[in-house]
């Protein structure tokens, strides 16, 4: 099994053994993992999301995106790290909150009402 803390451990490891550590401030992470999110939607613009769904099914581009969401994934685990947030509690609890914020009785189906009305 590969949880959140056992990745975050490989990660601060591969980037320590780099001392790439002085570079990690919070807000060169923040901007990084914008970036990385900036690749990522780069296979996604000007595609409607039918397009998109058909290029998933070709393994190498799907392989593309898989990297450029780990990129995202990275930084965000890396930026948690040096914030001191620990990411799977805080996840954990955000989605305790949203569900007393939108409990499923109330909004089942509710979005597509909306979305119905315009
Ligand atoms: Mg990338």
């Known amino acids: 099994m590969c949880s959140l803390k056992n990745l975050e451990a490989q990660i601060v490891r591969f980037r320590d053994e780099r001392e790439w550590k002085i570079y990690h401030t919070p807000k060169n992470l923040a901007i990084s993992l914008i970036i990385e999110l900036g690749e990522l939607l780069e296979h996604f613009q000007w595609k409607t999301d039918e397009e998109i769904l058909s290029a998933v ?21 890396l930026l948690s790290h040096e914030l001191g947030v ?33």
């Open 57 to 77: 099914r070709d393994e190498a581009k799907r392989k593309e995106i898989a990297y450029e969401i780990a990129d995202v994934a990275i930084y965000l685990i």
């Open 86 to 118: 620990d990411l799977e509690k805080a996840i954990v609890e955000k989605l305790q909150v949203n569900g007393e914020k939108y409990p499923v009785e109330k909004v089942k189906g509710e979005l597509f009402k909306e979305f119905s009305r315009v």
